[in-house]
């Protein structure tokens, strides 16, 4: 629908008119399910229903999208996703659910009130146009042609062209009525309908439901994947290491009380380089889990840290002005980095450019590169991890990377910021990455 | 030497204390949180100062921003801070008022006493000190300009950003001095740098150089 309200207005019989027969497709179909209703006593009405019933829900699709576009709102579908089952399975799913009983209602409504109130709001504009130009048709292009029999009002009969000038006033008081009252009347009708096509508060809720539990058991899967992994880690790297340290250690200690020192010199330097192999991997570890700079600095300052460290030129645009809650934080960080360590693998990119928005309850993160495109988000890849990272806390990733490049990745997370962000002594004092 | 050491833990302190005060170095006070830090280091003007990056009450980067406070008040203060891990993020803070006098090395790097002492002397003379690893993430980003030097001036272009004297870089690659001299004024021919005498200038440059993008 146009947003300038006189072409609106304008445009809105053309509508009515589309509505209009569409309540004649209503009323056959309604008819049509009347009809079957009452074969279902006999078993070959059942597949016939069916067929009705899908029938009914391709109009009702089309009633959602005409609806939608002329009030400027979207219905979402209110089906459920149909079950992978034998075909008489499907059907009795069909009848039981009630987005199916609540577009017959609409179809009823739509055959019959509906039918009326295009009616009326037609009749009311036609009225108006016809008795408008009556008088200036019957002067110059019907000038011999008779006074048509709509004049006659019982009452009076005005079969002069000079008489239906007096009409003119009625036209007059149905264009007011139509351009005052018309669009709201039409509006209001059309509200009743995204009432009952709509999917109800109770739809709403258990599909959200089975999204946060899909979410849910993905994290939780997450987690425990980590887990298994920082055990292992550890139990293959640092506690390894630190048991064949402490033999190195040992056997030194042994010499030395052997009165071997020159023995124990080499043995003791080895144990040395194991302690420093222990504690970088430790560190390899911890970054995995919590990286400190994100620790230390937030996001703000884990960005900057990233940025430095990535092998390409990386340009932060950071308007973030409020510290994230932690849990977000990390999530950011970790989406992120992976998006950046992607770049450095696939993209064969020269550029790449983060930008930090936090606008309205929401924190955007556009990660850009110039690179050759063609990412996009597989089963079990990296951008899939990122994904379903973000899923947990309610966020979500689109890819843009047509073949040939640019690439670009949005990542969406809503958050409600937990205050102002700490002052930044440290970083006013270095050039930040903006300028990098 | 006057040192002031900031630790928060006390094994670790005391380890450092011993250690220090076995290489001729007086440990002036040792504390282990942030503002007695900077209470310390404004009282004692310390010879040189080694802090350890993450200290209460915050546990953050604390010691950090201390150390760049006290030499807002005491330029050229040297500072060596050390930290469970490096990232070029601090070390380009720390080096950010391009005075010297500073270092940054991972806490293991002690277990080296010989090249720790070295480096805390580096630093207290005014120069620097930077962890290998910061020198290798700062050289991995600038692969492109430095495609022109050969596998060794690039060995000896990393060893200097990491502060060492061309003496020092002679004796860890077993070459002579005067080879160094040689790949360190070819190193500086083909980056474009001005030539200086001064280590520690040369140091700072080599590490403008390589943090530039």
Known sequence: ?436 | MDVVLAEDHSLLRDGLTRMLEAHDCTVVEAVDNGPSLAAALLKHRPDVAVVDIRLPPTFKDEGLRAAIEARRHIPALPILVLSQYVEQLYARELLGDRRGGVGYLLKDRVSNVTEFIEALRRVAAGGTAMDPEVVASLLGRQQNRLESLTPREKEVLGLMAEGRTNAAIASALFVTEKAVGKHSANVFRKLGLGQSEDDNRRVLAVLAYLEDN
């Open chain 1, 1 to 436: 629908m146009p947003a300038n309200p006189i072409t609106r207005r304008l445009a809105l019989p053309g509508w009515s008119v589309l509505r209009f027969s569409l309540t004649v497709v209503a009323a056959v179909l309604l008819a049509a399910a009347i009809v079957t209703g009452a074969l279902v006593v006999f078993w070959i009405g059942i597949p016939v229903a069916v067929g009705v019933f899908l029938a009914i829900r391709v109009w009702a699709n089309s009633q959602r999208r005409i609806i939608g576009e002329q009030l400027g709102v979207d219905i979402p579908c209110p089906y459920r996703e149909r079950p992978k089952a034998r075909i008489d399975q499907q059907a009795l799913w069909l009848i039981r659910e009630a987005a199916t009983w609540r577009d017959v209602a609409w179809l009823a409504i739509d055959a019959t009130l509906g039918f009326l109130v295009n009616l009326i709001y037609l009749c009311v504009f036609g009225v108006a146009v016809y008795y408008l130009v009556q008088p200036l048709l019957l002067v110059t292009v019907f000038q011999s042609a008779p006074i048509p029999v709509v004049n006659d009002f019982g009452f009076y009969d005005f079969d002069t062209p000079a008489k239906t000038l007096m009409l003119v006033p009625l036209a007059l008081a149905c264009g007011a009525a139509w351009w005052r009252w018309g669009e709201l009347f039409l509006r209001w009708y059309s509200h009743l309908g995204v009432l009952l096509l709509g999917p109800t508060s109770n739809a709403v809720l258990t599909a959200r439901v089975s999204e946060l539990r899909q979410s849910r058991d993905a994290t939780a899967d997450h987690a425990a994947a980590e887990l298994r992994r920082i055990e292992r880690d550890l139990h293959d790297g640092a506690q390894a290491r630190i048991a064949a340290l402490s033999l190195t250690l040992g056997m030194a200690e042994e010499l030395l009380d052997h009165g071997k020192p020159d023995k124990a010199a080499p043995l003791v330097t080895e144990a040395r380089q194991t302690c420093s192999d222990v504690l970088e991997e430790i560190r390899q570890l911890v970054r995995g889990i919590h990286p400190p700079v994100l620790a230390d600095r937030g996001f703000t300052g884990a960005l900057q840290a990233m940025a430095l460290d990535h092998p390409l030129p990386v340009s932060v645009v950071d308007r973030l002005h409020d510290k994230l809650p932690a849990p977000l934080e990390a999530a950011a960080y970790f989406a992120t980095n992976e998006v950046l360590t992607n770049i450095t693998k696939h993209a064969e990119a020269t550029q790449v450019q983060v930008i930090v928005h936090h606008e309205h309850g929401q924190v955007e993160i556009e990660v850009r590169d110039d690179g050759r495109g063609g990412a996009a988000v597989c089963p079990g890849g990296g951008l899939d991890g990122v994904r379903s990272r973000l899923a947990a806390f309610d966020g979500t990733l689109t890819v843009e990377s047509p073949e040939g490049g640019p690439t670009r990745v949005l990542m969406t997370l809503p958050a409600v910021a937990t205050g102002r962000r700490e002052p930044d002594n440290a970083s006013r004092v270095a050039p930040t990455a903006d300028a990098a």
